[in-house]
C-alpha cells in the first residue's frame, strides 16, 4: 500500500496546478477513486467527488475535503529542486504543493479505497472531495459540493503532523482608502497627507485590544499592501492612499465589529488633527473563473472556527486506535473549515500529512513514510465516523505496513 500512496503522490506532483488549472490533477484523482471502488462525479465548479456508501436519510454523511489546486509555480531558482520532479531523497518526498495537500489527497484515496468494499454496504456515506480554487478563496469553491453532499461532518486534510485539529483563527482581507488633500510638497501644510494618515493610523492599530482565544492565540492585524497617489510623486503631497490589511480574527468576532475597529482607530489617531483626513473601510471582494468556467466571486473574509464535543472525541479514539496522537490541536493556518464550521456550522476537524510551515515554501516537502499513517488514519476516521465504530487496530482498516525506495 505504500507503494501505492507514494507513486499517486508523485504523479500529482508531477502535473501543475495552479488555481483554475486544476483540470488534469482532477481527472488524475477521479480516475483513482474509480479504479478504487468510489462513484466518482465532477460538479460544476470542478471538484472532484468520490463517495462509498449508500446515504440513506438518518444516517452519517461524512465528507473529507482535500484541496488539489496550488500557488502560482515559482519563478526559475527559487527552489533548489524541480517543484513538479516528485524527488524522493532522505525520506522526503519533494514537491510543489504535497504538502498543501497533495499528499493528504493521495492517502485518502489510498486509506478509504482499502476500505471501499466495507463502506460501499454502509447505510451511510462518506465522500472524499478533490476540491479547487481553495487558494483563491477558501470554502468558494468547496461549496458547491456541500450543497449536493449535505454533510453530517466534515474532515479537512490541510497538514497537521497527523495530528488532530479542532479549529482556527478566522481570516479578512480589509482595504482601508483615505483620502487627503494634495499640495505642492514646499507647501505640505496646505495639504493634508493621506501617507502620514495612514502612520498614525498604523500606529493607533498597534494600540487596539487583541482579544486572546486560549487554543486559537490572539487577534492580530498586518498590514500587506500599500499604494499611495500620486506615484511616483513630483514634490506632491499625497492626498490619497489605500492600504490592505490581513485580519486574523477570532472565532466571536463578527464582520461589523472588525469594521468598526478600524474606524475607531482612525477616529483617536486623527483626533488632533487640524483636517482630518476621510476614511472607507470595507471588506476586499476578489472573482475568478474555475477550470470549468463556473465564475466565483467572494468577499474576503473566512470565518475562525472551534470544534468540541462527539466529534472530537470519536476522532480522538480513531487515531490512538492505530497509535497516532489523539492530543488536539489547532491550525496557525486557515482553511476550507472557514466554510464548512465557521460558515455552515458543520461540525468539522482536520488531519492532515506534512507540516503546516512547509505550505508556500520553496522545497517543499512531506516525509515519506507520513504518507502510509495518513492512509492509516483516513480510513480509522472513516471508520469511526460512519459507523460510530473505533477500529481496534491497523489490519481492521484495511491497511498493510511495508517501505518504499524513490518511484
Known amino acids: 500500500m505504500i507503494d501505492q500512496v507514494v507513486s499517486l503522490a508523485q504523479r500529482l506532483v508531477r502535473i501543475p496546478s495552479p488555481s483554475g488549472q486544476e483540470r488534469a490533477a482532477v481527472e488524475l484523482l477521479a480516475g483513482s477513486m474509480r479504479a478504487q471502488g468510489f462513484a466518482v462525479r465532477i460538479d460544476a465548479a470542478g471538484n472532484a467527488i468520490g463517495t462509498l456508501g449508500r446515504g440513506l436519510p438518518g444516517h452519517p454523511r461524512v465528507v473529507i ?11 526559475e531558482g527559487d527552489w533548489s529542486r524541480d517543484p513538479f520532479g516528485a524527488e524522493i531523497l532522505d525520506g522526503r518526498l519533494y514537491g510543489l504543493g504535497i504538502c498543501d495537500q497533495k499528499a493528504s489527497l493521495a492517502a485518502a484515496v489510498v486509506g478509504l479505497g482499502s476500505m471501499a468494499q466495507r463502506f460501499a454496504a454502509s447505510p451511510g456515506m462518506v465522500s472524499l472531495v478533490a476540491s479547487v480554487s481553495e487558494e483563491f478563496m477558501e470554502g468558494a469553491a468547496l461549496a458547491y459540493a456541500l450543497d449536493v453532499l449535505r454533510p453530517t461532518c466534515v474532515v479537512i486534510t490541510e497538514p497537521s503532523e497527523l495530528k488532530l485539529m479542532v479549529g482556527h483563527r478566522g481570516r479578512a482581507k480589509l482595504q482601508v482608502e483615505i483620502v487627503g488633500r494634495s499640495a505642492h510638497a514646499a507647501r505640505a501644510t ?8 495612514l502612520a498614525d493610523l498604523l ?3 498597534r494600540r ?8 486559537l492565540g490572539y487577534r492580530d492585524i498586518t498590514c500587506i499592501d500599500v499604494v499611495s497617489s500620486p506615484f511616483p510623486s513630483v514634490s506632491t503631497v499625497p492626498g490619497r492612499v489605500q492600504a490592505r490589511f490581513d485580519v486574523r480574527f477570532l ?11 478600524f474606524s475607531h482607530a482612525a477616529a483617536r489617531a486623527w483626533k488632533n488633527w487640524p483636517r482630518p483626513p476621510s476614511l472607507s473601510v470595507g471588506t476586499v471582494e476578489v ?4 477550470y470549468t468556467g463556473q465564475e466565483l466571486a467572494v468577499r474576503e473574509i473566512a470565518p475562525g472556527w472551534w470544534t468540541e464535543g462527539a466529534l472530537v ?4 479514539a480513531a487515531l490512538a486506535s492505530i497509535g497516532l496522537s489523539d492530543t488536539p490541536g489547532a491550525y496557525s493556518i486557515c482553511t476550507n473549515g472557514s466554510l464548512t464550521a465557521g460558515g455552515r456550522g458543520v461540525p468539522t476537524i482536520g488531519f492532515g500529512v506534512g507540516e503546516q510551515h512547509m505550505a508556500h515554501r520553496a522545497d517543499e516537502y512531506v516525509h515519506v513514510d507520513a504518507l502510509l499513517d495518513g492512509a492509516r488514519g483516513y480510513a480509522a476516521l472513516a471508520a469511526a465516523l460512519l459507523e460510530g465504530q473505533v477500529p481496534d487496530n491497523a489490519r481492521e482498516c484495511g491497511i498493510n505496513t511495508g517501505t518504499t525506495e524513490a518511484h
Open 190 to 197: 496646505d495639504g493634508v497627507n493621506a501617507a502620514e494618515a
Open 313 to 316: 472525541d470519536t476522532a480522538r
Open 65 to 75: 475535503d482535500g484541496h488539489v489546486d496550488t500557488i502560482p509555480p515559482p519563478a
Open 203 to 205: 500606529v493607533e492599530l
Open 251 to 261: 472565532p466571536e468576532d463578527t464582520e461589523e465589529e472588525l469594521l468598526a475597529l
Open 287 to 290: 472573482s475568478a473563473l474555475t
Open 208 to 215: 487596539a485590544p487583541r482579544p486572546n482565544h486560549s487554543r
